[in-house]
């Protein structure tokens, strides 16, 4: 259920934009159009703005202003921005598992993977290129291929947004391929440093994939960075079993 606080806090920037252009607030246009964005709670610019275009209003009218005028100026990413720190309060994140968004890894079992994982020594860019393969194969936005890694680099694969059992969730992703992880397990120094950039979109999630396994604590240690930010679900451990499952359904392994 949704707080006053929340509601308040997009209707006053609503009816900010409202007053400064003199119109009237007619109806109370800014506190209904506000609970329908909180009940949406739209992760885009295009989300939000279908469900501006769609919501039946007089408010228009009243002010003798077109509709597409005031979807032009619309302050989209203070609302989003508004939107992004009060999700965590209005509901808890499920978590989820690899399989909850390749659905098809199913078909390999666990004891099968395991005897897999001594083949995981393949090129970090060639694991990275085939998840935007099959995450843009499943209606993944920004599934944008990278030809080689730079300074600018925020992730692996930077803030995407794809449906998960019938919602939109955000997501990046770490990968760390074998021989970019020194030992015979990933330490918290190899990963802590990436995850905190690949969360600097704030995402729903982020997909840590490892072809090696985590040392003791690592896990841990990452499910309070998460809780600590607001979102105990946010890291989506692949483990090498896990890696392994996704590369011998897609026929890499």
């Not at 949406?40 to 703005?49: A, E, Q, T, V």
């Not at 501006?52 to 007089?58: F, G, R, S, V």
């Not at 599934?143 to 969730?169: H, N």
Request: with cysteine.
């Amino acid at each position: 259920m949704m707080s006053d606080k929340n509601i308040i806090a997009l209707q006053d920037e609503i009816l900010e934009y409202i007053i400064n252009h003199k119109w009237g607030d007619y109806e109370n246009y800014g506190q209904n159009i506000s609970k329908k964005i909180l009940d949406s709670n739209p992760r885009n610019i295009d989300k939000l703005k279908d469900i501006l275009e769609k919501y039946k209003t007089n408010f228009f009218e009243f002010n003798e202003i077109p509709k597409h005028i005031f979807l032009k100026y619309f302050p989209y990413e203070t609302i989003l921005k508004i939107l992004s720190e009060i999700q965590y309060t209005n509901e808890e994140l499920p978590a989820l598992k690899l399989e909850d968004i390749f659905s098809e890894i199913k078909d390999v079992n666990y004891k099968e993977a395991e005897k897999l994982t001594n083949l995981l020594d393949i090129p970090e860019r060639q694991i990275q290129d085939l998840l935007r393969i099959s995450l843009r194969e499943k209606g993944a936005t920004n599934m944008v291929q990278r030809k080689s890694d730079t300074s600018l680099e925020i992730a692996d694969l930077e803030d995407f947004t794809l449906k998960i059992k019938g919602k939109d969730y955000s997501f990046t992703s770490v990968v760390k391929g074998y021989r970019s992880l020194k030992k015979k397990t990933a330490t918290l120094a190899e990963l802590m440093h990436q995850v905190v950039k690949a969360n600097i979109t704030n995402p729903d999630y982020i997909l840590l994939v490892l072809a090696k396994p985590p040392v003791d604590g690592v896990i841990s240690y990452l499910t309070r960075y998460g809780k600590d930010i607001g979102n105990r679900n946010l890291i989506i451990l692949v483990d090498p079993v896990e890696l392994a499952r996704f590369l011998r359904c897609k026929k890499v392994i």
